[in-house]
């Protein structure tokens, strides 16, 4: 199983970002997933969710980034995206992918955003 993310980096506030996290080793398809980031010193807090089109496919967002980021994904690609726009500061974390399911629960390396002027 591997979740390999990309697409970090340094920003300046109000500018945009996307992540993406590509999937292997399990049925990415019928997988939710998540994007969690952590900041220095802070708890790991989780961001976005989508879940699987087969249990609905709905998303669902931290309150402090609903507006400005949207997660979506493509199982064609078996790769799930983090859009992110309007960057503040705050959202300077590292950001990692998770996939998760009934009985298993994945996680990525994670990727650097820095939102700094």
């Known amino acids: 199983v591997q979740l390999v993310e990309s697409g970090g980096g340094l920003v300046q506030p109000g500018g945009s970002l996307r992540l993406s996290c590509a999937a292997s080793?399990?049925?990415?398809?019928?997988?939710?997933m998540s994007w969690f980031r952590q900041a220095p010193g802070k708890e790991r807090e989780l961001v976005a969710t989508?879940?699987?089109?087969?249990?609905?496919?709905?998303?669902t967002y931290k309150d402090s980034v609903k507006g400005r980021f949207t997660i979506f994904r493509d199982n064609a690609k078996n790769t799930v995206y983090l859009q992110m726009n309007n960057l503040k500061p705050e959202d300077t974390a590292v950001y990692s992918c998770n996939a998760w399911g009934a009985d298993y629960d994945y996680w990525g390396q994670g990727t650097q955003v820095t939102v700094s002027s």
């Open positions: 989508i879940i699987s089109a087969g249990a609905g496919g709905t998303t």
């Open positions: 080793g399990f049925t990415f398809g019928s997988s939710h």
